[in-house]
């Protein structure tokens, strides 16, 4: 079977300026699906012209600044991430071009081959994220399946963190035994039901 060898990570978003080159449908999609995750993140968004809803969406977020100008090669100064979401294939290659060049991971909405990174579909359950990728062969099973296991999985889910993450605050003893027991505590979690 074909494996998808992307490594999923967290990033914080707070912590990390990110650019967006473009503000019509796209770029809209990729700032509100940032904010939806991190809501104090870093974005700042340089376009000709905005999206209404991305205008709404940056008066909500303080950290959030539209720069309306045609792009250039400065806006990459101190950019941790692009996102090039133009609608224009050749600006979009060029943005790509200049954050090689600067050591920005860049992700180009509608070039797989040019991007470091995809965006994932999330579920989001209180402190659980899960991030999902058809490794960019279909993003709408992406959503689907994230709506599927967003009702699946249980809101109490949440508690159970929040009960672990006591227990694990009040274990004492060294690294392997807090290992050991957190190990214990959960393992009625995986237990075939006819073992309990
Ligand atoms: C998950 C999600 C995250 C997000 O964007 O926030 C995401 N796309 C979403 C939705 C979506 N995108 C598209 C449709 C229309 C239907 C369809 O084409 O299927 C829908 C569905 C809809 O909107 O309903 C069009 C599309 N997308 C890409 C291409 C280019 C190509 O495939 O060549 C084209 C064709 C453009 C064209 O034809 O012009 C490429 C990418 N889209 C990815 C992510 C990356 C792979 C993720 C993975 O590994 O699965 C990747 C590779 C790069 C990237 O953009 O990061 C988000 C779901 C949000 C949610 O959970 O609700
Ligand atoms: N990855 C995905 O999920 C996905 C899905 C659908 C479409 N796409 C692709 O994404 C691209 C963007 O689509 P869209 O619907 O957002 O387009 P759009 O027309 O809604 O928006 C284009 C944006 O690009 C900006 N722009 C154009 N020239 C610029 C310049 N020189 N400097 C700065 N900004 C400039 C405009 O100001 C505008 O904000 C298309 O090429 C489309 O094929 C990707």
């Known amino acids: 079977m074909e494996q998808n060898h992307l490594f999923p990570v967290f990033f914080k978003l707070n912590r990390l300026q990110v650019l967006v080159v473009g503000g019509g449908n796209i770029g809209h999609e990729k700032v509100s699906a940032m904010l939806q995750n991190s809501p104090d993140a870093g974005i ?18 303080t950290t ?28 979009n290659r060029t943005v790509w071009e200049k954050a090689k060049c600067s050591k920005v991971l860049i992700n180009v909405a509608d070039t797989p081959e040019l991007c470091d ?65 957190l190990n214990k505590l959960t393992e009625v979690l995986v237990k075939d039901k006819t073992e309990q």
């Open 44 to 61: 700042t968004v340089v376009a000709t012209w905005f999206l209404p809803e991305l205008e709404a969406l940056a008066a909500q977020h």
């Open 64 to 91: 959030v600044t539209l720069v309306q100008k045609e792009f250039s090669c400065g806006d990459l100064l101190g950019k941790d991430l692009v996102v090039a979401a133009t609608n224009d294939r050749e600006l």
């Open 117 to 181: 990174f995809y965006l994932g579909s999330i579920v989001q359950k209180g402190n659980l994220k899960l991030a999902i990728s058809t490794n960019g062969k279909s993003p709408t099973i992406a959503k689907r399946l994230k709506e599927v296991l967003q009702e699946a999985l249980p809101d109490t889910l949440d508690e159970v963190l929040h009960k672990l993450q006591a227990i694990r605050d009040q274990l004492k003893g060294d690294f392997a035994e807090k290992v050991k027991q």
